[in-house]
């Protein structure tokens, strides 16, 4: 057998510790390894994978598309996208779209509209509040706009116009809020920052002082948008509506494309302002239009929701079990974390992947469970089964 391990050793810039695992096929919520060991897949591609692996609507359309038409240059009209643009618009509270290839890029472009917007409405107004231990992406102005140093610290000095204020406390946004600001960026729930969910009434309080203040409120819904919180949107669940939001994530059912959407007041782009060589290109779109089309038909953010109670549940079960090792289980939807007492996150995913499950070690001592959003009850429950038995192998638990 090749040894890729040592070949992404000699031939990659090393930016991810890798888990020591080739994943070769993916079916559903299940993955193979090259020497044929199946894994339940509880990281999803980060998310990503909203209907499994290789769900038959993603790969038929794909097949279909990439027969037809690979890609063109926006400057011709192309319908997949058009197909797609529809179809997020009619089922959400936001009236315009720009299609690009990623979470970074999404929301990079949701700021560059906000700053359109401050420029022309607010008086040139160009800050942006973001939240403490947030997570908006990699790219120099996206790692600014990040609330979590250790992303930072490597590039400073970074591109100016974020003020990081504490996530979940609105009278801090208040006091940050001057005429120079033009906009909030938050995620409804926090994910790569350890799966923070806000108390009930902080993003109603933060779209009312938006509103006070005549600034833009941008969700980045990256994470949290297409169902995997329990409805099709987060902020749904919150009883609001944003300004402008960011998607990427699960809205290709694994391929990549991002989405910057808003309402009609703030989608203040015109010609020449904003662009992407392959953003919107047809056989991305089509995944993404299957996927949400089937998302939609199908009702599976209310089987998130579902699979989301059933995991908390089972996941108190455990609590229960093991005294004193599990201090926290929060989440939303199939959006959650498990805390434990000590950092064991690590070793316990590790710890996990030998018994046969994929977990994501998010915190020193917190991993991140985000399956599939159309998981099974059966598949939940051997989940918990072996992380349990990953707990007992750690000899941690009682
Ligand atoms: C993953 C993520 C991003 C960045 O997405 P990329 O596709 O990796 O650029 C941005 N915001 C949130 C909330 C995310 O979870």
């Known amino acids: 057998m090749v040894d890729w391990m040592e070949i992404e050793k000699k031939h990659f810039m090393r930016t991810v510790e890798r888990a020591p695992l080739t994943i070769v096929k993916g079916q559903g919520s299940h993955v193979w390894d090259e020497s044929g060991k199946k894994y339940l897949d509880f990281v999803a591609g980060w998310a990503v994978n909203s209907l499994g692996h290789c769900h038959p609507a993603v790969v038929e359309a794909v097949r279909r598309q990439v027969g037809e038409l690979i890609q063109t240059s926006n400057h011709y009209y192309t319908i997949p996208q058009l197909q797609l643009a529809q179809?997020?618009?009619?089922?959400?509270?936001?009236?315009?779209?720009?299609?690009?290839?990623?979470?970074?890029?999404?929301?990079?472009?949701?700021?560059?509209?906000?700053?359109?917007?401050?420029?022309?409405?607010?008086?040139?107004?160009?800050?942006?509040?973001?939240?403490?231990?947030?997570?908006?992406?990699?790219?120099?102005?996206?790692?600014?706009?990040?609330?979590?140093?250790?992303h930072q610290a490597p590039y400073t000095p970074l591109p100016a116009g974020f003020i990081n204020v504490e996530y979940n406390n609105i009278e801090a946004i208040k006091k940050a809020t001057s005429r120079t600001v033009c906009a909030v960026?938050?995620?409804?729930?926090?994910?790569?920052?350890?799966?923070?969910?806000?108390?009930?009434?902080?993003?109603?309080?933060?779209?009312?002082?938006?509103?006070?203040?005549?600034?833009?409120?941008?969700l980045d819904e990256i994470q949290t948008g297409i169902g995997r919180t329990g409805t099709l949107f987060a902020h749904q669940s919150f009883g609001i509506e944003p300004d402008i939001m960011s998607l990427a994530k699960g809205l290709g059912g694994g391929l990549p494309i991002g989405a910057i959407m808003a309402k009609d007041k703030f989608s203040v782009f015109t010609f020449g302002e904003h662009g992407s060589t392959f953003g919107g290109n047809p056989v991305t779109c089509a995944a993404a239009f299957e996927t949400l089309k089937f998302i939609l038909e199908n009702d599976v953010p209310r089987n998130a929701y579902d699979m989301g109670q059933r995991l908390t549940e089972r996941l108190n079960g455990l609590s229960a079990k093991h005294p004193g090792l599990i201090t926290n289980i929060r989440g939303k939807g199939l959006l959650m974390a498990?805390?434990?007492?000590?950092?064991?996150?690590?070793?316990?995913?590790?710890?996990?992947?030998?018994?046969?499950?994929?977990?994501?070690?998010?915190?020193?001592?917190?991993?991140?469970?985000?399956p599939a959003l159309t998981i099974t009850a059966g598949e939940i429950?051997?989940?918990?089964?072996?992380?349990?038995k990953a707990i007992t192998r750690l000899g941690v638990g009682n």
């Open 381 to 388: 429950d051997e989940a918990v089964d072996l992380l349990d």
């Open 185 to 218: 960026m938050l995620e409804p729930v926090q994910g790569e920052g350890g799966v923070n969910v806000p108390s009930p009434d902080y993003l109603k309080e933060v779209r009312r002082w938006c509103d006070e203040k005549g600034i833009v409120l941008i």
């Open 87 to 150: 179809l997020l618009v009619e089922n959400s509270s936001l009236d315009k779209i720009f299609l690009c290839n990623s979470g970074a890029e999404a929301t990079e472009g949701a700021v560059k509209l906000a700053r359109r917007y401050g420029k022309l409405h607010l008086d040139g107004a160009y800050e942006v509040i973001t939240g403490t231990g947030s997570f908006h992406g990699r790219t120099l102005a996206m790692v600014s706009a990040s609330g979590q140093l250790k």
């Open 338 to 370: 498990v805390q434990f007492s000590s950092d064991i996150a690590k070793t316990l995913a590790q710890k996990c992947l030998e018994a046969g499950l994929l977990v994501n070690d998010v915190k020193p001592n917190a991993i991140r469970l985000m």
